[in-house]
């Protein structure tokens, strides 16, 4: 069992930034592949960012491609998203997830291939 916690939502203005925390645990960190995935009122839940375990390689949705970036802390068991230039658009609330095992039984872009998911926390952007 994997257990994620969000952290670092809130309400910011248009063009500016948050820092997202996703703090696992119940298994070896450094062999957890992570996921963030948000879902806008309305819409479906939707790819933002994944982080492989065994090489750090890191992948983007097109719209937040050079504005966010996924990081991890094995020492602190933590995935972080930062966000900068932030959209009204980018409402909406985000989740971190993981798969069951070390590999994703499908992509890592759709939500299937994760197991363990956080209970999110809240993006507002105002314009």
């Known amino acids: 069992q994997v257990q994620l916690v969000e952290s670092g939502g809130g309400l910011v203005q248009a063009g500016g930034s948050l820092r997202l925390s996703c703090a696992a645990s119940?298994?070896?960190?450094?062999?957890?592949?992570v996921g963030w995935f948000r879902q806008a009122p309305g819409k479906e839940r939707e790819f933002v960012s994944v982080?492989?375990?065994?090489?750090?390689?890191?992948y983007y949705a097109d719209s937040v491609k050079g504005r966010f970036t996924i990081s991890r802390d094995n020492a602190k068991n933590t995935v972080y998203l930062q966000m900068n230039s932030l959209k009204p658009e980018d409402t909406a609330v985000y989740y971190c997830?993981?798969?069951?095992?070390?590999?994703?039984?499908?992509?890592?872009?759709?939500?299937?291939?994760?197991?363990?998911w956080g209970r999110g926390t809240q993006v507002t952007v105002s314009s």
């Open positions: 119940g298994r070896t960190f450094s062999s957890l592949s």
């Open positions: 997830a993981a798969p069951a095992g070390l590999y994703f039984s499908g992509s890592y872009y759709c939500s299937e291939g994760y197991r363990y």
């Open positions: 982080i492989f375990w065994s090489d750090g390689v890191t």
